[in-house]
């Protein structure tokens, strides 16, 4: 059982930041502490100690966080009073994890405070980080540690992660971050489903005949090439995002929302997925690679010539799959999951197709038409849109799809928080149902690692596709074959 180590509202916090000058410190997570901090979400006596391997001073990191992380607060979110007072909660400690040990950490940290070690850094330092932790007296009862996405490469270095961070923190007190998890809509998505009655009776097969999940971004591989090189779609997007909106939309109705009830009820998800051979690789999945091609009006390399990509990388840039619930509520219901970077635009959006009626009443009917969908944009569009048919006004009895739409931005008046805002004062409050268990990533890490192993033996180079397209064309014709088309 994994409840959540209760954090005392009487002590100050250290929120420690390794990574402080990364990417994702600077565009997401300072970001969003400053949020936080504006609308008073932070303990108060917070404090943020940044760590990173530059001889800075803190001054030197509070010119940095200027310049780099000030540029993604919107003008409406900036308020010059409270990002000086921000500024003031910053402190910054240099130390390079592999050589160091955290003695300065140690002495920087105050006793009695309540610490949060936010891991933003490759996954690779996660162990040394850890043990050096406990090594200078930095972990005790009420700390918690926030793990980064991808949590290892495979299923075996995610073992060893989780090992050795376990050594140190109880499961209740380790948050590992997928920040789709944070998403409004996709939290929606839990809600839709469980706050809702009409839904349910309809939830499952025969009545709903596929589901099909789309990430697509519009940016490339930008400077993380580096990174994404030796990662790739599957372990970047597919492994952590997908599965999880998959886990959500196919779970039973958990007891509870506390954090083991809805955690079991995806990890059944993850254990029911269709296993993988290499003639269902062949067949269900599609890898595919962007190439030179037009994107937002203007003309962008493909993925080959972006900075720091290896002559000849077979590394993908878009995977669509088929796959199956193996369970009575999903049997013979086709999930066909779809992400890319550098796609038409950025779009993710998980769609429900309902089964048609079982006799065509009506001549516009088409066999292969689909009458009613449920369709959930989780972005840019936050929106739910219901498509049912209906008659055209008129004489005769023509129809056409009409949508019953909820515009979630325009329903709620409330701001929206930003999902790493969100998550992080779930860190901060001790609450643990919207990050993944131990289990459930591995789980999800055994039914991809025999796609990637099973890609490497077939040796098939990704398909290309042009940079600002939908994908290469194997990925309509994966359902074409089926009688469906990605629905646009
Ligand atoms: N960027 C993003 O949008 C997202 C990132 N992630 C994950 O977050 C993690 C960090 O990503 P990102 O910020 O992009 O990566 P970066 O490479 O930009 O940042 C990594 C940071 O780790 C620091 N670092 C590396 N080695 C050491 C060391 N020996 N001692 C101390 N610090 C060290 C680097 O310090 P230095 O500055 O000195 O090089 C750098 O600040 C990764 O696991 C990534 O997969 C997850 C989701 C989105
Ligand atoms: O985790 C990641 O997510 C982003 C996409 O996140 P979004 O919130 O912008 O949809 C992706 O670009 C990145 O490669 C990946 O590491």
Redesign the pocket.
């Known amino acids: 059982m994994t409840s959540s180590a209760q954090p005392d509202p009487g002590l100050p916090l250290d929120m420690i930041i ?11 997570l300072l970001p969003a502490l400053y949020m936080a901090h504006l609308h008073g979400n932070l303990p108060h006596g917070t404090r943020i100690i940044s ?4 001889e800075l001073g803190r001054e030197g990191y509070l010119a940095f966080v200027e310049e780099k992380s000030r540029a993604f607060i919107s003008a409406e979110n900036f308020a010059d009073d409270a990002w000086q007072s921000f500024l003031r909660l910053i402190d910054y400690v240099r ?5 160091d040990d955290l003695a300065a950490l140690a002495q920087a940290s105050r006793g009695g405070a309540e610490r949060v070690f936010y891991l ?4 690779a ?1 996660f162990t040394t980080i850890c043990d050096k932790l406990a090594a200078a007296g930095l972990v005790d009862r009420q700390a918690r540690v926030v793990l ?3 949590l290892g490469r495979d299923l075996a270095s995610a073992v060893e992660i989780n090992e050795a961070v376990g050594r140190h923190f109880a499961e209740s007190q380790i948050y590992r971050i997928d ?1 789709y998890l944070g998403k409004e809509t996709v939290q929606n998505l839990m809600v839709l489903r469980f706050g809702n009655s009409i839904l349910e009776p309809l939830w499952r097969a025969p009545n709903i005949s596929s589901v099909q999940i789309t990430v697509a971004e519009e940016v490339g591989v930008g400077s ?1 090439a ?2 994404y090189d030796s ?1 790739g779609a599957m372990r ?1 997007m597919v492994q952590n995002h997908l599965l999880q909106l998959l886990c959500i939309v196919a779970m039973e109705p958990p007891s509870s929302l506390a954090p083991d009830a809805v955690r079991d009820e995806k990890l059944k998800v993850l254990r029911a997925l269709r296993r993988f051979n290499l003639g269902t690789i062949a067949r269900d999945t599609v890898r595919g690679q962007y190439r030179r091609g037009v994107a937002g009006n203007q003309e962008v390399p493909g993925y080959p010539e972006e900075p720091n990509v290896p002559a000849g990388s077979g590394t993908e840039t878009f995977v669509a799959l088929r796959t199956y619930v193996d369970t009575w509520r999903w049997s013979k219901v086709p999930f066909y999951l779809r992400t890319g970077k550098r796609m038409g635009r950025r779009s993710s959006k998980i769609v429900v197709e309902f089964a048609n009626p079982p006799f065509s009443l009506f001549p516009e009917q088409s066999p292969g038409g689909v009458a009613n969908r449920l369709v959930i944009e989780l972005q840019p569009e936050e929106a739910i849109k219901l498509q049912v048919m209906a008659k055209e006004p008129g004489s005769g009895m023509h129809m056409q799809q009409v949508a019953l739409n909820l515009d979630l931005q325009s329903a709620f008046s409330q701001r929206r928080a930003e999902a790493y805002e969100r998550l992080l004062i779930d860190v901060v409050r001790g609450r643990l149902t919207h990050f993944m268990r131990r289990d459930e990533l591995e789980a999800a890490w055994e039914w991809v690692e025999p796609i990637i192993d099973g890609w490497g033996a077939l040796g098939e180079p990704p398909r290309p596709y042009a940079a600002g397209t939908w994908g290469p064309p194997e990925s309509f014709a994966l359902l074409a074959r089926d009688g469906y088309s990605w629905f646009e």
Not at 95 to 99: A, C, H, K, R, Y
Not at 120 to 123: Q, S
């Open positions: 390794f990574g402080g000058m990364g990417d994702l410190a600077a565009r997401k760590t990173g391997r530059q130390l390079d994890v592999q050589q933003a850094t490759a996954p330092l980064e996405k991808p920040h993380r580096g990174f990662t970047d």
